[in-house]
């Protein structure tokens, strides 16, 4: 079972590096941002559409009795750290504005924290308490009094929409994803367990698949699986909607189904192995060894694995009805299923057993190494009954399918249905991460929410000594 857990640290690896791609970081953040109320007073009826009464008596107002109304029952009390803390953002925010000023055309550069970060989760009840959760700090400049605008932004998972992703402001990417820049560990991880595990050993005598159309294989089969895997999360904007993406993943994940089941072939693939011993071969499969006999033979004969009829007839069908390119394409596709037939080799035993080896894939190349001298062992036995060919109805699942293999169907099913629920569980892992993380959040929030109650009861001010500036974290 190397082979299998050479692909099961792989799949384990790209699952964890999508969750950590889109995992979003939804906590309670706040902009900083300088403020120009002379511009947004003038720009009150700048806009097409109707303009509100209200609009129109902000306008109207003197300069100095705007910035009154906008900051009444927001404004921060600026003691000595506030001062120091709003001169510093006010350095940034120009440092900004003249090195990014292509980035900013049009808009006022924005510095981003989160809520719990020291010193605005003192600030918490006072932006649940204030209109907009928007507060204002005042601060001298150029002998002016200036202001800086805080403003508390909440993220949902409910808030993130198909096709378009979140809708609100976002903080830089950076921030709202902060695992992307780890996430190529996982990746790399993988690659490493996938090359360094070791491989099976070249023997001349042994007849195997392949390495190179092994991993090939595999590379196809991760590309399938990640791409559909990762798909309904990129629609959507993160792994946490499950609301937004669940039911797209109902449609999306049964194809990145079929790239595990690629690369369960593939494990399979790399195990098998024929050693030609005295008398006859040794077969050599992950779920069994046996010795077979040319004694024990009654003759082999070519066989030919298709496709069955009503898959044609789906592929068909599905050209008929597409349209444009599609058609096209679909064409191609039932084109390719119909004239697609498997190689390979019927093995009858006296004792009744059959035993199928499929040796060529879809257009006739040969799957294994050393195959023609298994071939010319069994004509100089003279058990090779080229007179007929067997067409057998399926899908080229297994490379050997044997038929004192009892237990071999339930047996060959167990690692896809590893491969396929480990990146469910590393996806449920993440999302109860995302839960715990959202519920103390939440706990944040209502716990700022019932204090600005309070202070609106008792009809007072957060004192200015718990609003002393203790050291700057966050971001």
């Known amino acids: 079972m190397k082979e299998f857990w050479r692909r099961l640290f792989l799949v384990v ?13 939804l906590a309670p953040r706040v902009t900083v941002m300088s403020v120009d109320f002379a511009e947004e007073q003038k720009n009150q009826i700048r806009f097409m559409g109707y303009v509100s009464e209200r609009y129109r008596y902000l306008a109207s107002l003197p300069l100095e009795t705007y910035v009154l109304k906008m900051v009444a029952d927001s404004e921060i009390e600026a003691g000595p750290g506030w001062k120091a803390f709003a001169a510093r953002m006010d350095k940034i925010l120009e440092n900004s504005k003249s090195d990014n000023g292509r980035i900013y055309a049009g808009s006022a550069p924005k510095l981003w924290f989160k809520l719990r970060a020291p010193p605005f989760n003192r600030l918490a009840p006072r932006f649940m308490q204030s209109h907009q959760h928007t507060l204002y700090l005042p601060y001298e400049k150029n002998g002016k009094t200036s202001y800086l605008r805080f403003q508390l932004h909440t993220y949902k998972s409910d808030d993130f929409a198909l096709g378009t992703g979140y809708l609100g402001s976002m903080p830089p990417t950076r921030f709202f994803y902060p695992l992307r820049a780890w996430a190529w560990l996982p990746i790399l991880t993988g690659l490493l367990c996938y090359f360094l595990l070791p491989w099976p050993g070249k023997d001349q005598e042994e007849v195997k698949v392949s390495r190179v159309a092994i991993v090939f294989g595999d590379i196809v089969g991760l590309g399938f699986f990640a791409f559909f895997f990762s798909l309904p999360f990129f629609i959507c904007g993160a792994v946490q909607p499950v609301g937004c993406w669940g039911l797209l993943a109902l449609f999306l994940w049964p194809f990145a189904l079929v790239g595990l089941w690629l690369m369960t072939l593939n494990a399979k693939s790399g195990s098998f192995s024929i050693r030609f011993i005295p008398g006859g071969f040794h077969l050599h499969s992950p779920f069994f060894d046996e010795d077979v006999l040319y004694g024990q033979l009654e003759k082999v004969t070519p066989a030919v694995l298709k496709n069955p009829r009503w898959h044609r007839i789906l592929s068909g069908l599905a050209a008929l009805f597409s349209q444009g390119v599609e058609k096209t394409r679909m064409m191609g596709l039932y ?28 257009v006739g190349n040969l799957l294994f190494k050393g195959l023609p001298q298994l071939l010319e062992q069994i004509k100089a036995m003279g058990l090779l009954d080229e007179s007929n060919t067997i067409e057998k109805k399926g899908f080229a699942t297994d490379i050997m399918t044997f038929s004192s293999d009892k237990k071999g169907r339930v047996r060959r099913i167990r690692p896809m249905l590893l491969l396929a629920g480990t990146p469910l569980c590393v996806l449920i892992a993440f999302l109860f991460l ?3 993380l959202e519920a103390r959040d939440d706990a944040l929030l209502t716990k700022a929410a019932s204090a600005a109650k309070l202070l609106k009861k008792d009809h007072k001010m957060i004192p200015q000594s718990k609003l002393s500036m203790p050291p700057l974290k966050g971001r």
């Open 13 to 25: 690896g790209v699952s964890i590096a999508v969750c950590m791609w889109m995992f979003a970081d």
């Open 434 to 436: 995302g839960k715990g």
């Open 335 to 362: 084109l390719l299923n119909s004239s697609a037939s498997y190689g390979g080799l019927h093995f009858r035993f006296r004792d009744g057993r059959t035993l199928y080896l499929w040796y060529q894939d879809q």
